[in-house]
């Protein structure tokens, strides 16, 4: 069983920073796409940022400059650095892990984000 989890959301005022963490463990092969998305109420999930294995990133408009994510391959675990937040990137952020070869996409339990304005 595969298993993420997610620590570092809270509250935190606009302008401020976070930095959020998702260690997966569990029986899973190979990780190659691991990411980060963001729900928030009322809205459909979105893609945050993403990294491969071998560092590659891509990030959404809406975080570029703000955002980064990084990530340990030795310790399964991603991480997204948030500056600059604004009260419109409040939302449930959820971690993501993709399998290299089945392709098969494991998600967090989720970290709720708040920032007030």
């Known amino acids: 069983q595969v298993q993420l989890v997610e620590s570092g959301g809270g509250l935190v005022q606009a302008g401020g920073s976070l930095r959020l963490s998702c260690a997966v463990s569990?029986?899973?092969?190979?990780?190659?796409?691991m990411g980060w998305y963001r729900q928030a109420p009322g809205k459909q999930r979105e893609l945050v940022a993403t990294i491969t294995s071998d560092g590659s990133t891509n990030y959404a408009d809406s975080v570029k400059g703000r955002f980064t994510i990084s990530r340990d391959n030795a310790k399964n675990t991603v991480y997204l650095r948030m500056n600059s937040l604004k009260p419109e990137d409040t939302a449930v952020y959820y971690c993501?892990?993709?399998?290299?070869?089945?392709?098969?996409?494991?998600w967090g339990q989720g970290t709720q984000v708040t920032v007030s304005s």
């Open positions: 569990g029986s899973i092969f190979s990780i190659n796409v």
């Open positions: 993501s892990a993709e399998e290299l070869y089945s392709l098969i996409r494991h």
